[in-house]
């Protein structure tokens, strides 16, 4: 018998369960809720990831709203929510909290719209500990060179020799000790 010609089983209702389950990124799902008495949107979790609880501390949001959970950063995610209910179109933004990851990290969120027009939802994916914002990413670079300073200071200290070939650039680096361990005055090539 043909296996084409053997009556299929029924579609999954859930088909992309596993791999929203199991992806390195934080995933929720979020139900616009339209208030009579507030002008503002709420957004209920219809649907999270492992990840996503983890990496946010957010316990059990399901069916739970932004304000019911009161996160810290729950303003900008409404604000996210709005953009994306108001144009239609995906959002990516980048933000720096500090309290969902390490100090100087940031995470990267895409948000695009879901749903239908009178039961709009927003899918969120979210990366945690994304590069560093650019204002981080000057602190490490002047970290990064007190450091290098400090490093060819000991150097010195010590009277050691010390050179580097950086063999991408094929550049060469070394220091006036080199020359004089070998006997030789110091000069700009070896």
């Not at 579609?11 to 799902?29: K, N, S, T, V, W």
């Not at 995470?107 to 027009?117: M, Q, W």
């Not at 000991?154 to 094929?170: F, G, K, P, R, Y």
């Amino acid at each position: 018998m043909n296996p084409l010609d053997q009556p299929s089983e029924p579609p999954d209702p859930h088909p992309y369960r596993a791999l929203i389950q199991h992806m390195p990124l934080g995933f929720c799902l979020l139900e616009a809720l339209a208030s009579e008495t507030s002008p503002r949107i709420d957004y209920r979790f219809v649907d999270v990831n492992p990840l996503f609880e983890e990496q946010t501390g957010l316990a059990s949001p399901l069916v739970k709203t932004i304000t019911q959970l009161q996160p810290p950063d729950g303003q900008s995610w409404r604000e996210l929510g709005d953009q994306v209910l108001q144009t239609n179109k995906p959002v990516h933004q980048r933000t720096a909290l500090t309290h969902l990851t390490h100090e100087g990290g940031s995470y990267d969120l895409l948000a695009f719209p879901l749903g239908t027009a009178h039961h709009p939802q927003i899918a969120i994916l979210c990366q945690f500990g994304s590069q560093p914002l650019p204002s981080q990413q000057a602190k490490t670079q002047e970290s990064l060179r007190e450091a290098d300073q400090r490093f060819r200071l000991a150097i010195e200290a010590v009277q050691m020799a010390n050179w580097e070939w950086h063999i991408l650039t094929d550049q060469v680096y070394w220091n006036e000790q080199h020359f004089r361990l070998f006997g030789m005055p110091p000069r700009a090539v070896p």
